[in-house]
Nanobody, 123 residues
Framework: VQLVESGGGLVQAGNSLTLSCTNS????????VGWFRQAPGKDRAIVAA????????YYADSVKGRFTISRDDDKTTVFLQMTSLTREETAGYYC?????????????????WGQGTQVTGSS
């Protein structure tokens, strides 16, 4: 499994951005996927997660109603749609995966992770 995140960049506060997570070696069929973020000087924290069959979805309280995690029909990509971004959400965003698992909320529940994509909010 080789996870690759993309879609990060500089975004003005209040605007939207969509991140993508793909597995360069095969699809993400059967994989639970979590999106985490790590701001400078802080620990990596869960943002959103979806179970392997997408029947369970988790959102951190701080992003509920603004972020959406979804999987494309071909099961090749998991997206994180982010709206109303704030400067405080500037961080590296990472996707993590584990086969046949639930919507885990801690890193220890995942087996694979990517290199991350940087999101920088500006005023």
């Amino acid at each position: 499994v080789q996870l690759v995140e993309s879609g990060g960049g500089l975004v003005q506060a209040g605007n939207s951005l969509t991140l993508s997570c793909t597995n360069s070696e095969r699809t993400l069929t059967g994989y639970a996927v979590g999106w985490f973020r790590q701001a400078p000087g802080k620990d990596r924290a869960i943002v959103a997660a979806t179970s392997w069959a997408d029947e369970r979805i988790y959102y951190a309280d701080s992003v509920k109603g603004r972020f959406t995690i979804s999987r494309d029909d071909d099961k090749t990509t998991v997206f994180l749609q982010m709206t109303s971004l704030t400067r405080e959400e500037t961080a590296g965003y990472y996707c993590e995966a584990r086969p046949w698992a639930g919507a885990g909320t801690v890193e220890s529940e995942y087996d694979y992770w990517g290199q991350g994509t940087q999101v920088t909010g500006s005023s």
